[in-house]
């Protein structure tokens, strides 16, 4: 298995552009995790999705944010309109839940909204 | 929300040392995980303990959790340069996302 698999690896884009993250987890997970990591705040948990549901969202910083998860090997997340602010890594992982087992990460996408 | 917090912030140490890292948190866990972060790269599961364990071993690694305390700690014995990482505790207190603690950046030098 190839891991958890996100694209792009780096995305440098302007205020006020859209941004999508894209995401493959691990065939076979039924949970599916977008985290975001600042220096200052460290892994902020944005959105979990469990069977394609999404089942908290609390963590998403405001409308500007959403995720879908049309099918069980692909999520995106989108920031409409990004925001310096918006700058930091963005990791998505997979579970499969009740399996006892750690997430397995993928190697994130670097945002950087200038 | 963050539950975990690890100490030391930072720790340096030499090769063939052990090293060990400990995390706080304030609610009742599921599970404590501990993870690595190699720079730029994502986190990499090490080792999972459940509330009902208190200690567990995997190769090099040894993890308490000491639930009376709410407290945990990761030792890494003989380390390696390659152990050079962040090292981070995640506590499962829902039932399924975790809560990261900032990491403990561990440097480990020749």
């Known amino acids: 298995d190839a891991g958890v698999i996100q694209s792009p690896r780096h995305e440098v884009t302007e205020m006020g552009q859209e941004v999508t993250l894209r995401c493959k987890p691990i065939?076979?997970?039924?949970?599916l995790f977008w985290y975001r990591q600042t220096m200052m705040r460290g892994l902020e948990l944005l959105i979990y999705?469990?069977?394609?549901?999404?089942?908290?969202d609390s963590g998403m910083p405001e409308d500007r944010f959403s995720a879908k998860m049309p099918n069980a090997s692909f999520s995106t997340l989108k920031i409409q309109p990004s925001e310096p602010r918006d700058s930091a890594v963005y990791f998505c992982?997979?579970?499969?839940?009740?399996?006892?087992?750690?997430?397995?990460f993928g190697s994130g996408t670097r945002l950087t909204v200038v | 929300s963050q539950q975990g917090e690890e100490d030391p912030q930072a720790l340096s140490i030499q090769e063939g040392e052990n090293a060990t890292m400990n995390c706080s948190y304030k609610?009742?866990?599921?599970?404590l995980q501990w993870y690595r972060q190699n720079s730029g790269r994502g986190l990499v599961h090490l080792i999972l303990?459940?509330?009902?364990?208190r200690e567990k071993h995997s190769g090099r690694l040894r993890v308490t959790l000491d639930t009376s305390k709410k407290s945990s700690s990761l030792l890494i014995t003989a380390s390696r340069a390659a152990d050079t990482a962040s090292y981070f505790c995640?506590?499962?207190?829902?039932?399924?996302?975790?809560?990261f603690g900032k990491g403990t950046s561990l440097l480990v030098t020749p």
């Open positions: 995640a506590t499962d207190d829902s039932g399924y996302a975790l809560n």
């Open positions: 609610t009742s866990i599921n599970n």
């Open positions: 065939s076979g997970h039924n949970s």
């Open positions: 992982a997979s579970l499969s839940l009740g399996q006892g087992e750690g997430y397995t």
């Open positions: 999705f469990n069977n394609n549901v999404p089942i908290d």
């Open positions: 303990i459940r509330s009902n364990e």
